[in-house]
């Protein structure tokens, strides 16, 4: 069984900074794209930044140049690191890997983690 297991959320003043973890376990094979999107009260979930297994990332556009994501293929994490956080960065943050189990005839879907809220006020 996968898992994504996420930490790092909290209450922060604006300008402030938070490091989100999300860490992957479970019977796995290949671990792929990894991401984090974030859901605000009444608005849709969006993708905020997503890392490809070799690396190369895309975020959008208003946390371009705040917010930086990484991950450690070692340790099947992700990290989002949340600089000059502003009161509109307020939402639940949810993990999102592309993962394959290790099992016969396993194929590649996505997993979701349980979400971390994160709160900045202003």
């Known amino acids: 069984q996968v898992q994504l297991v996420e930490s790092g959320g909290g209450l922060v003043q604006a300008g402030g900074s938070l490091r989100l973890s999300c860490a992957a376990s479970?019977?796995?094979?290949?671990?792929?794209?990894m991401g984090w999107y974030r859901q605000a009260p009444g608005k849709q979930r969006e993708l905020v930044a997503a890392?490809?297994?070799?690396?190369?990332?895309n975020y959008e556009d208003s946390v371009k140049g705040r917010f930086t994501i990484s991950r450690d293929n070692a340790k099947n994490t992700v990290y989002l690191q949340m600089n000059s956080l502003k009161p509109e960065d307020t939402a639940v943050y949810y993990c999102?890997?592309?993962?394959?189990?290790?099992?016969?005839?396993?194929?590649?879907?996505?997993?979701w983690g349980q979400g971390t809220q994160v709160t900045v006020s202003s």
């Open positions: 479970g019977t796995i094979f290949t671990v792929n794209a």
């Open positions: 890392i490809t297994s070799d690396g190369s990332t």
């Open positions: 999102n890997a592309n993962i394959r189990p290790k099992a016969l005839w396993s194929t590649s879907r996505n997993y």
